[in-house]
């Protein structure tokens, strides 16, 4: 499988490097003009959120044997949904490193990087598919935390709009984030003496980062946007969100991302 799903991986990444340069060619809303390439970097985020998050839940409803067997069991499809996911990263790579220096981007460059490694050695050993797939549910978290900071980018907060965009968010937190990654980390302390060791560490360090990340990134968003609601002055939104798009995670902030280590 691993000539098919770097032949996808390679559509996937041009592909969304299409989309990178599409938007820029498209008008961006004037209240975000300030943050253009930030605002079409994020949309590209949601379309990959959207794509993977819903097709990770489905694959799992409808072939359940990729959790009961994470190692083995999956269909071909699930590989092809893996290799889109490490085609989005790497082309998101590329546009930080087209639009940002090292010093602005270096944290998200290395969550992409332990991503791409991991969901990597899926394509590359046809094995582990199911394992990754489980992680693809972040994205559905990812996809509220996107959509809020599209909500930022443009100064609707506050607004009903990202209200429902906040608390949506903090429901998928725990529900397809924190719970998918403990049930990773439950798996993988039960079973590595089925992994190789190497591949322990990875996960095991991929995880454990995630995991406090996204624990962090909960409390900001329940402080900032439930406990201190946000005064009508666009300028702290507008500062929240150049803050949460370089710490996060996407690796915190930003994107959700497979092994959990984005948003």
Not at 6 to 24: D, I, N
Not at 178 to 196: I, R, Y
Request: glycine share 8%; charged share 10%; aromatic share 6%.
């Amino acid at each position: 499988m691993a000539p098919s799903g770097l032949l996808v991986t390679g559509a996937s990444f041009a592909a969304f490097r299409g989309m990178h340069w599409g938007l820029q060619l498209l008008p961006t809303p004037a209240s975000a003009a300030q943050d253009r390439w930030k605002w079409q970097n994020i949309c590209v985020s949601l379309v990959h959120s959207l794509l993977t998050g819903p097709g990770a839940l489905l694959g799992l409803l409808l072939y359940p044997q990729m959790a009961a067997d994470p190692i083995h069991g999956h269909p071909p499809w699930a590989l092809v949904l893996v290799a889109v996911s490490v085609g989005y990263f790497l082309a998101d790579g590329a546009d930080m490193l087209q639009n940002q220096t090292l010093g602005q981007a270096w944290d998200l460059l290395c969550h992409h990087l332990a991503v791409v490694s991991c969901l990597g050695t899926s394509i590359l050993s046809d094995h582990y598919v199911g394992f990754s797939v489980v992680s693809l549910l972040l994205e559905l978290n990812s996809a509220c935390l996107h959509l809020r900071k599209l909500l930022l980018l443009s100064h609707q907060a506050p607004s009903l709009a990202f209200s429902v965009a906040s608390w949506a968010t903090l429901a998928t937190l725990a529900l397809f984030r924190l719970a998918p990654l403990g049930w990773m980390s439950l798996w993988l302390l039960q079973h590595h003496h089925q992994v190789p060791p190497a591949l322990v560490v990875l996960g095991g360090t991929g995880l454990a980062t995630v995991g406090a990340m996204s624990i962090s990134q909960g409390v900001r968003i329940l402080i900032s946007d439930v406990l201190r609601p946000r005064p009508h002055s666009s300028n702290p939104g507008h500062r929240e969100t150049r803050v949460t798009r370089t710490c996060n995670g996407e690796p915190a902030t930003k994107d959700g991302s497979p092994l959990g280590l984005k948003d």
